[in-house]
Protein backbone atom coordinates (compact mmCIF):
# COMPACT_ATOMS: atom_id res chain seq x y z
CA UNK A 1 0.00 0.00 0.00
CA UNK A 2 2.81 2.63 0.59
CA UNK A 3 4.35 1.77 -2.21
CA UNK A 4 1.23 2.37 -4.43
CA UNK A 5 1.02 5.47 -2.10
CA UNK A 6 4.31 6.41 -3.41
CA UNK A 7 3.92 6.04 -6.70
CA UNK A 8 0.50 8.10 -6.94
CA UNK A 9 2.52 10.98 -5.08
CA UNK A 10 5.42 10.83 -7.84
CA UNK A 11 3.05 10.98 -10.55
CA UNK A 12 1.06 13.71 -9.18
CA UNK A 13 4.06 16.03 -8.47
CA UNK A 14 5.70 15.02 -12.25
CA UNK A 15 2.09 16.01 -13.66
CA UNK A 16 2.52 19.42 -11.32
CA UNK A 17 5.78 20.01 -12.69
CA UNK A 18 4.66 19.95 -16.21
CA UNK A 19 3.92 23.38 -17.70
CA UNK A 20 2.03 23.59 -20.79
CA UNK A 21 2.59 27.13 -22.99
CA UNK A 22 4.64 29.17 -25.85
CA UNK A 23 8.23 29.88 -25.89
CA UNK A 24 10.31 32.73 -27.00
CA UNK A 25 11.16 33.23 -30.28
CA UNK A 26 14.01 32.05 -32.04
CA UNK A 27 15.78 30.47 -35.27
CA UNK A 28 15.61 26.68 -35.56
CA UNK A 29 19.65 25.57 -35.20
CA UNK A 30 18.79 21.64 -36.58
CA UNK A 31 15.46 19.99 -38.07
CA UNK A 32 16.11 16.07 -37.64
CA UNK A 33 13.34 13.70 -39.47
CA UNK A 34 13.68 10.34 -38.30
CA UNK A 35 12.73 6.68 -38.98
CA UNK A 36 11.59 6.29 -34.89
CA UNK A 37 7.72 7.98 -36.63
CA UNK A 38 8.78 11.88 -34.98
CA UNK A 39 10.97 14.50 -36.00
CA UNK A 40 13.11 16.63 -33.78
CA UNK A 41 13.91 20.18 -33.85
CA UNK A 42 17.15 22.26 -31.97
CA UNK A 43 15.78 25.91 -31.81
CA UNK A 44 17.50 28.56 -30.15
CA UNK A 45 14.75 29.99 -27.77
CA UNK A 46 15.36 31.55 -24.10
CA UNK A 47 12.20 30.52 -22.51
CA UNK A 48 11.01 27.28 -22.66
CA UNK A 49 8.20 26.83 -19.99
CA UNK A 50 8.35 23.14 -20.08
CA UNK A 51 10.16 21.20 -17.18
CA UNK A 52 11.94 18.90 -19.28
CA UNK A 53 15.38 18.97 -18.80
CA UNK A 54 16.84 19.78 -22.79
CA UNK A 55 15.01 23.62 -22.88
CA UNK A 56 15.84 23.69 -26.88
CA UNK A 57 15.04 20.53 -28.02
CA UNK A 58 11.44 19.63 -29.20
CA UNK A 59 9.73 16.51 -30.91
CA UNK A 60 6.50 15.85 -32.47
CA UNK A 61 5.18 12.39 -33.93
CA UNK A 62 4.23 11.57 -37.37
CA UNK A 63 0.98 10.11 -36.38
CA UNK A 64 -0.60 13.61 -34.44
CA UNK A 65 -3.04 15.64 -36.56
CA UNK A 66 -1.37 18.11 -37.78
CA UNK A 67 2.38 16.93 -37.69
CA UNK A 68 2.89 17.72 -41.09
CA UNK A 69 1.71 20.90 -41.68
CA UNK A 70 4.03 21.75 -38.51
CA UNK A 71 6.85 20.00 -39.80
CA UNK A 72 6.23 22.62 -43.48
CA UNK A 73 6.25 25.42 -41.33
CA UNK A 74 9.80 24.66 -39.94
CA UNK A 75 11.06 23.56 -43.34
CA UNK A 76 9.65 26.88 -44.17
CA UNK A 77 11.49 28.98 -41.27
CA UNK A 78 14.96 27.12 -41.90
CA UNK A 79 14.54 28.26 -45.47
CA UNK A 80 13.45 31.44 -45.15
CA UNK A 81 15.86 32.10 -42.05
CA UNK A 82 12.68 33.19 -39.81
CA UNK A 83 12.26 33.42 -35.86
CA UNK A 84 9.76 30.32 -34.76
CA UNK A 85 8.05 30.01 -31.79
CA UNK A 86 6.59 26.77 -30.70
CA UNK A 87 3.58 25.73 -28.13
CA UNK A 88 4.75 23.27 -25.29
CA UNK A 89 2.28 20.67 -24.27
CA UNK A 90 4.15 19.93 -21.14
CA UNK A 91 4.96 16.18 -21.96
CA UNK A 92 8.66 15.34 -22.15
CA UNK A 93 10.11 12.25 -24.13
CA UNK A 94 12.97 9.62 -23.03
CA UNK A 95 15.30 12.28 -24.01
CA UNK A 96 14.08 14.93 -22.34
CA UNK A 97 12.79 17.09 -25.53
CA UNK A 98 9.32 19.04 -25.01
CA UNK A 99 6.67 17.80 -27.26
CA UNK A 100 4.92 20.61 -29.18
CA UNK A 101 1.79 21.25 -30.42
CA UNK A 102 1.67 24.33 -32.27
CA UNK A 103 4.22 26.90 -34.02
CA UNK A 104 4.05 30.25 -35.15
CA UNK A 105 6.35 32.26 -37.89
CA UNK A 106 7.56 35.73 -37.18
CA UNK A 107 7.95 37.55 -40.63
Known amino acids: ?9 TLLSYSASAT ?3 TTYGRVI ?13 IDVK ?4 ACK ?11 NDSREM ?13 IRVY ?5 DINEYSEISELGIRP
Open 1 to 9: MKALLLIVL
Open 20 to 22: SGW
Open 30 to 42: ELVPTIHHRFKVN
Open 47 to 50: GNKS
Open 54 to 64: EKQWFYQDYNV
Open 71 to 83: YLALLEAVSSDKS
Open 88 to 92: VTGRC
